[in-house]
């Protein structure tokens, strides 16, 4: 079942901050973060596997509450490069990342 | 050097052709992937497979098929194309659950 993701879109100025969430109904093996620019691939920001642990990558940094089945997905500071459409992944038992199953995505969009 | 390649990079065809596309990785990956994005941006997987199993998600049509000649390939053969079949199709593959690395995309569009 797919992941949903919010909000789903939102536009921010260069600097300020932003937050998208990723829940499940099922409960989550790992979550996967993914930006896709317009016209290109989705590109990996990072997995976070069940332990609810947080990672950071630059100034982009996520959490996975594992009890909720839930992620978050912080940018602090934004950028302009943060633009995009942010999908998050879910595994729902281990092995079965050969079948992530993408939310709808969020669109991000920094404005300068 | 290109991690994963797919081509072409677009396929323009008549409805009821069949048509391939084309995977290729370098990485060493033992799994590889085929996902379709319509024009929602939906992200959708169709097959995932390794050198022991290939796993289909079921509401793809079986027009479509996945054919791997070795590792480092996945083919994608879609037979009777039809309208809805328009869309982009990622490559894409892994190691084990590890990072998923995509191709590029092959934008399909079917009159």
């Known amino acids: 079942q797919q992941p949903v993701q919010s909000p789903q879109a939102v536009i921010l100025r260069e600097g300020e901050d932003a937050v998208i969430n990723c829940s499940s109904s099922k409960a989550l093996y790992s979550v996967h973060w993914y930006r896709q620019k317009h016209g290109e691939a989705p590109v990996f920001l990072m997995i976070l596997l069940k332990g609810g642990e947080q990672k950071g990558h630059e100034k982009i940094s996520a959490s996975f509450n594992e009890k909720k089945q839930q992620s978050s997905l912080y940018l602090t500071a934004s950028q302009l490069s943060y633009s995009g459409t942010y999908f998050c992944g879910t595994e729902t038992a281990f092995g079965s990342a050969r079948q992530l199953t993408f939310g709808s995505g969020t669109q991000l969009t920094v404005l300068p | 050097d290109t991690a994963v390649s797919q081509t072409p990079k677009y396929l323009v065809t008549q409805m009821g052709n069949d048509k391939s596309i084309k995977c290729e990785q370098n990485l060493g990956h033992d799994t590889m992937y085929w996902y379709k994005q319509d024009s929602k941006k939906f992200l959708k997987i169709m097959f995932s497979?390794?050198?022991?199993?290939?796993?289909i998600n079921e509401t793809v049509p079986n027009r479509f098929s996945p054919k791997s000649p070795d590792k480092a390939h996945l083919n994608l053969h879609i037979n009777s194309l039809e309208l809805g079949d328009s869309a982009v199709y990622f490559c894409?593959?892994?190691?084990?659950?590890?990072?998923?690395?995509f191709g590029p995309g092959t934008r399909l569009t079917v009159l």
């Open positions: 497979y390794n050198n022991k199993e290939l796993i």
């Open positions: 894409a593959s892994s190691l084990y659950v590890d990072t998923q690395y």
